[in-house]
């Protein structure tokens, strides 16, 4: 699997978008790019980019976050670090956005960084999330993504997963669904995400596309409480 330049992800609530980024940046950084992640997820409370900063920088990633007086706080705000980290890319420069439309918003305000550059919006779909079980629900998230981002959607990217109940069919449903937002739209599927423990039980020749193998470094809020 061959990513490179700008890549933003993107995705409703739920989607998996930052669990997405970070495993993405991750495989880039062992295929010899030198990778950026930025963390534009200022809506999101639990699901952040800055959670795995550690584990991040230990692999020689470059992490940008909000300043520190912000980091756990749900404001618009961003650096002037961003805008650079954009004008002078790396070989790959994942910009982790926002949930649903509101998320993306603060996309509109990079629109002139980022207008030199060819940039790719992935939508990361789920299928076990609320709005997104249909073709039907993924084309309105994707509407509202487009229009408060000011930008369009290039690729789809099925995260099909139920937590520790992942099944391989689970895998399958998600990449049939988005196969059919293919077909529908003309925009071409990415990758699918699959866990390192279901890969060798999926058949790969089944897929089209590239399939990235996900470790989880985020602790859901939940687990996180119990700990």
């Known amino acids: 699997m061959e990513v490179k ?3 933003i992800i993107a995705g409703n609530y739920g989607s998996g978008k930052t669990e997405t980024s ?7 950084k062992k295929a010899g790019l030198a990778v950026s992640i930025v963390d534009l997820d200022l809506v999101n409370p639990y ?3 800055r959670e795995a900063r550690d584990v ?3 692999q020689g990633i470059n992490v940008v976050l909000p300043d520190e007086k912000y980091m756990h706080a749900d404001l618009p705000i961003l650096s002037p670090k961003v805008a650079g980290i954009i004008k002078n890319s790396s070989d790959l420069t994942i910009l982790d956005a ?3 439309d509101v998320g993306v918003t603060v996309l509109a305000a990079l629109a002139d960084s980022m207008a030199e550059h060819t ?3 992935l939508q990361v779909v789920n299928p076990y999330r609320p709005f997104t079980e249909t073709v039907e629900g993924c084309l309105k998230i994707k509407e509202e993504i487009e229009i408060s981002s000011k930008l369009k959607v290039t690729g789809w990217v099925s995260n099909a997963n139920l937590i520790d109940d992942t099944t391989p069919q689970d895998i399958y449903r998600g990449y049939d669904l988005v196969q059919a937002l ?3 739209t003309g925009i071409p599927v990415e990758f699918i995400t699959a866990s390192t423990e279901l890969m060798d039980g ?4 089944r897929f089209d596309c590239p399939v990235l193998p996900i470790e989880r470094k985020l602790a859901p809020p939940w687990r996180r409480s119990r700990q």
């Open 5 to 7: 330049g700008i890549v």
């Open 22 to 28: 970070v495993n993405l940046a991750l495989h880039g």
């Open 47 to 49: 699901f952040r980019t």
């Open 56 to 58: 991040l920088t230990r």
């Open 98 to 100: 926002g949930g649903d």
């Open 119 to 121: 940039v790719q919006m």
């Open 182 to 184: 293919a077909l529908k």
């Open 202 to 205: 999926l058949d790969l020749s």
